[in-house]
């Protein structure tokens, strides 16, 4: 089945530095991938919808300045946390949609765990 | 817009009892998907199944079972005879059909199955 993976799975970050977490379809290409951020003890909420060679599009108080996308491939998806705070402490999960492929299956990753001192 | 409401944040149950996890959902859309995801301690999404609005046959798939009723706007998953294994925290989610499909999560229910 389709495998998306994330890295790194765990970070932990001084606050004011900048970390970036990677996305990437293993077995299929994916021109639309989504960034997910899940707080504890609380639901999965979209941040942005990442689009191969064009820009994310942000959900509304997403600030695309903090979180910059880079889908720079068929099969990766970068998300920068630009001078991280305590308050981005997360659990940020992106999903990849199949492309050319008339199923409407997103494919999740595993997450990565972000904490930020 | 889209809303999917889990009204129950947690429930335990006792091992082998049957439990069902509510999901209301609201969409413009005529088209729709819909969804049920286990996340376990580990954080990671699992899959469990997804139904397109035209279908509402009920399906069962081992011990689960899901009950899609469109004039009510609800998709509940019934898990018979659980185990301790099945505690997880379980989300609803709703996805349209066109554009981007983007993936509406209820808040999730938290199921604690004990022994």
């Known amino acids: 089945g389709a495998v998306v993976s994330q890295h790194p799975s765990w970070v932990i970050c001084k606050s004011g530095t900048s970390v970036k977490i990677e996305c990437r379809s293993l077995d299929f290409q994916a021109t639309t991938m989504f960034w997910y951020r899940q707080f504890p003890k609380q639901s999965l909420m979209l941040m942005a919808t990442?689009?191969?060679?064009?820009?994310?599009?942000?959900e509304q108080g997403v600030e695309k300045d903090k979180f910059l996308i880079n889908h720079a491939s068929l099969t990766l998806s970068t998300l920068t946390v630009t001078s991280a705070h305590p308050e981005d402490s997360s659990f940020y999960i992106c999903?990849?949609?199949?492309?050319?492929?008339?199923?409407?299956?997103?494919?999740f990753g595993p997450g990565t765990r972000l904490l930020v001192l | 817009a889209q809303k999917v409401t889990q009204a129950q944040t947690e429930i335990s149950v006792v091992e082998k009892e049957d439990v069902t996890l509510d999901c209301v959902y609201e969409?413009?859309?005529?088209?729709?998907?819909l969804f049920w995801y286990k996340q376990p301690p580990s954080g990671e999404l699992v899959f469990l199944i997804r139904?397109?609005?035209?279908?509402?046959q009920n399906e069962i798939s081992g011990r689960y079972s899901w009950n899609f009723q469109k004039s009510t706007s609800s998709f509940n998953f019934t898990i018979t005879a659980s185990q301790v294994v099945d505690s997880a925290v379980y989300f609803c989610?709703?996805?349209?059909?066109?554009?981007?499909?983007?993936?509406?999560f209820g808040i999730g229910t938290k199921l604690q199955v004990i022994p």
């Open positions: 969409t413009r859309d005529t088209t729709y998907y």
């Open positions: 139904r397109n609005s035209f279908d509402e």
């Open positions: 999903s990849a949609r199949p492309t050319g492929t008339t199923k409407k299956a997103q494919y």
């Open positions: 990442s689009n191969e060679g064009s820009k994310a599009t942000y």
């Open positions: 989610a709703l996805s349209e059909a066109g554009g981007y499909q983007k993936v509406t």
